[in-house]
């Protein structure tokens, strides 16, 4: 199966970036303009010592941050179509280097901000001129004893760039560099292992197959593994420097309160993960006796959840499924999302050099949401699509809804909608399923899965970047080693009851680009709870209950991220949410035994 270019793909599936920028010569004038804007906005340091100054430096700003994050998405995502086309690396490289003059060009503002009298930020703050802004100012109070001097403040805005560069090299290393070889398929066929295609050997019911290209994959990555360990410990060090630089108490401690959520949430979700992990263990055994084999191992993990219940629908029929599952949302929901096939949202299919993975973008304020996906006509890339559409409703509901320095959602709320959706999916389907015996064990195993792989699954990796980060606090180098041999024991820590976890698992965390965004993983296992609560709310039927998850959607970044849970319906400052999931996940255990017997 040959992997086609990019031109050889069908236009109608690869997304409509003509919104963003007519051409690639449009996208250059707006590069020269937003320069220009950003020596200008430089100008006005010194300047804001009236309100009339601040309002019109607030529009300036925030204006040219609307325009630079739009021109960013568009060489991002021309960059994804073709990671090996240098114009687009060029376009990209030239976008993020303007991004750190704009931001060098606006470090005076919050200095200037918080020099000005005491009281006056927090009177703009309750003014209604300011009411776009109310959210910023908000903030600048909040984050004032971690903001450093202006001139502080513009040196590491001009380090910003430098300091992203683990992040580069790695999603380089491994998406273009890194040799993974091929592997023999079921029909002996010699076949190019990639990342993206890696998942399909993985559900293959020859045991040879899935444990060839696992060993392949984590040899792979180990014969680069002191480049990936040294880019990695670089990531963490800039972290370290980041927090440290700012006086947070540690890295974690400032990744969190960016986030407005306390660091409690963190611990108390690996501490009742742990609780649950005997019975993550009954469903492995439930697992190893279905597959038949006499020892589980890692390599085994994602073979045999869709026996019984296989489907292949193409991206039209995924979009039809797609649209049926989320009709308790509401009709316009459905009418509104319906758009994104036809107006080409959406970049469906892997071509040669196309970014791994899947991703939505709603930063370009003003146009609409686009969805970068791999699609594979199989339930998890059904799954995989009402993911990342929940993103994309997401944007396109606080976009349309809130003004743009209010739109942008906050990251800890960023998975809850995308979540909520797979699971209305899954439900839908065991509704339409309900007589299949067959099915209904499918479905139900396709849930446990994804809490595997949601909740068990990334905080783990959770605990691996805490502890990584910790290591380098206390003042110890990362080696390939030392992170290879900590992976290894968390692995088994979680799955070592049941599961043989072979010696090469221990390279699996090179392959996780989210390491890159520290402190990120945790608000999966998060929002995933929480998305369990908002999804029965809304299955129940109840009118007020689905208006208040809505509502949620159209709120953008308007309130406190805690806050506009609470709004929805569920209280994440509580450890209730993540006990009840856990529960849940005990009931479906429960269910997937007797539907096996
Ligand atoms: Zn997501």
Redesign the pocket.
């Known amino acids: 199966m040959e992997v086609l270019t990019r031109n050889e793909m069908d236009n109608r599936f690869k997304w409509d970036l003509t919104r963003l920028f007519a051409s690639d010569e449009a996208w250059e004038q707006e590069y020269t303009a937003i320069g220009e804007l950003s020596a200008a906005f430089a100008q006005r340091a010194g300047t804001l010592n009236v309100k009339e100054r601040i309002l019109e430096a607030f529009n300036a700003y925030f204006d040219m941050m609307r325009r630079f994050e739009t021109l960013y998405a568009y060489a991002m995502m021309r960059q994804n179509e073709d990671t090996s086309v240098s114009l687009y690396q060029a376009m990209n490289d030239r976008a993020m280097s303007l991004g750190s003059r704009v931001m060098a060009s606006a470090a005076f503002l919050v200095p200037e901000l918080l020099a000005l009298p005491e009281g006056t930020l927090e009177g703009f703050g309750a003014d209604p001129d300011f009411s776009d802004y109310s959210r910023f100012i908000e903030d600048i109070l909040r984050t004032k004893a971690h903001t450093l001097s202006k001139e502080e403040e513009q040196i590491l805005a001009m380090a910003g760039e430098a300091l992203s560069t683990s992040d580069q090299a790695s999603e380089m290393l491994r998406s273009l560099d890194l040799q993974l070889g091929t592997v023999r398929n079921e029909s002996g066929e010699r076949v190019q292992l990639t990342d993206a295609g890696f998942i399909l050997f993985l559900e293959s019911s020859n045991r040879t197959v899935r444990r060839t290209a696992f060993r392949k994959m984590m040899d792979g990555y180990a014969a680069m593994g002191n480049t990936f360990a040294a880019l990695y410990a670089g990531q963490v060090k800039a972290d370290i420097f980041a927090s440290r630089v700012r006086h947070y108490e540690s890295s974690r401690a400032a990744s969190m309160y960016a986030d407005e959520v306390p660091e409690s949430v963190y611990d108390s979700l690996i501490t009742a993960v742990h609780e649950g992990i005997d019975t993550l263990n009954a469903y492995l055994e439930l697992r190893r006796k279905k597959i038949g084999v006499p020892r589980l191992h890692m390599y085994d993990l994602y073979y045999g959840n869709e026996q019984g219940f296989e489907i292949h629908p193409d991206i039209e029929e995924s979009f039809d499924l797609f649209l049926k599952a989320v009709a308790p949302l509401g009709e316009d929901y459905v009418r509104d999302a319906s758009r994104a096939l036809q107006e080409r949202w959406i970049d469906v299919y892997e071509n040669r050099g196309k970014r791994s993975g899947a991703?939505?973008c709603g930063s370009a304020y003003g146009t609409t949401p686009y969805v970068l996906l791999n699609h594979k006509n199989n339930y998890d890339g059904l799954s995989t699509l009402c993911?990342?559409m929940?993103?994309a409703m997401h944007s396109f509901y606080s976009n349309s809804s809130q003004p743009y320095p209010k739109a942008d959602y906050s990251i800890f709320v960023?998975?809850v909608a995308?979540?909520t959706n797979e699971i209305l999916l899954n439900e839908y389907l065991r509704r339409e399923y309900r007589d299949d015996r067959a099915a209904q064990a499918a479905l139900v195993g396709n849930l446990l899965e994804h809490f595997r792989t949601t909740v068990f699954r990334q905080t783990l990796f959770a605990e691996f970047e805490l502890r990584a980060h910790r290591l380098a606090e206390s003042g110890e180098s990362l080696t390939m080693e030392q992170l290879s041999q900590m992976y290894l024991e968390t692995v088994k820590t979680y799955y070592g009851k049941v599961c043989t976890v072979d010696d090469c698992v221990a390279s699996e965390w090179m392959r996780i680009p989210h390491f890159y965004s520290p402190f990120y993983v945790y608000k999966?296992a998060t929002s995933f709870c929480a998305a369990i609560s908002l999804a029965r709310n809304i299955l129940s039927g109840d009118p007020e209950k689905v208006a208040r998850y809505r509502a949620f959607l159209r709120s953008g970044s308007s309130l406190p991220p805690i806050e506009e849970l609470r709004n929805a319906g569920v209280d994440l400052s509580t450890p209730e949410p993540v006990t009840e999931a856990l529960d849940y996940f005990a009931e479906l255990v429960y269910e997937y035994q007797n539907l096996l017997n």
């Open positions: 991703y939505s993911h990342e929940g993103h960023a998975e995308s979540t999966y």
